[in-house]
Nanobody, 125 residues
Framework: QVQLVESGGGLVQAGGSLRLSCAAS????????MAWFRQAPGKERDFVAA????????YYGDSVKGRFTISRDNAKNTVYLQMNSLKPEDTAVYFC??????????????????WGQGTQVTVSS
């Protein structure tokens, strides 16, 4: 079992920045990929970014490339999402997720077994 707790959400104006954190605990050794997803009202849960624990390889959704950066601190079992140049369309609940799959990097929510509670990000225009 893996427990995930997100933090760092809030309200920011367009063009601003936020940094989200995801603290992992439990049997974290079984998880090979950590990811961020987001879900806006009335929409599907979409992939944002993913990172491998061991190699630090990353993958980003098209809508956030060049603006968001995912990173991790293995010693702290924590994954971060640095969000820059935020847009109103980035407004959503952001979820941290963990996958036990080794390859390829999963981008579908159904491929992630463990989820955090979510943190709200609101970007005003």
């Amino acid at each position: 079992q893996v427990q995930l707790v997100e933090s760092g959400g809030g309200l920011v104006q367009a063009g601003g920045s936020l940094r989200l954190s995801c603290a992992a605990s439990g049997r974290t050794f079984s998880s090979h990929t950590m990811a961020w997803f987001r879900q806006a009202p009335g929409k599907e849960r979409d992939f944002v970014a993913a990172i491998r624990w061991s190699t630090s390889s990353t993958y980003y959704g098209d809508s956030v490339k060049g603006r968001f950066t995912i990173s991790r601190d293995n010693a702290k079992n924590t994954v971060y999402l640095q969000m820059n140049s935020l847009k109103p369309e980035d407004t959503a609940v952001y979820f941290c997720a963990a996958s036990v799959l080794v390859q390829p990097i999963p981008i579908r929510s159904g491929e992630y077994a463990y989820w955090g509670q979510g943190t709200q990000v609101t970007v005003s225009s």
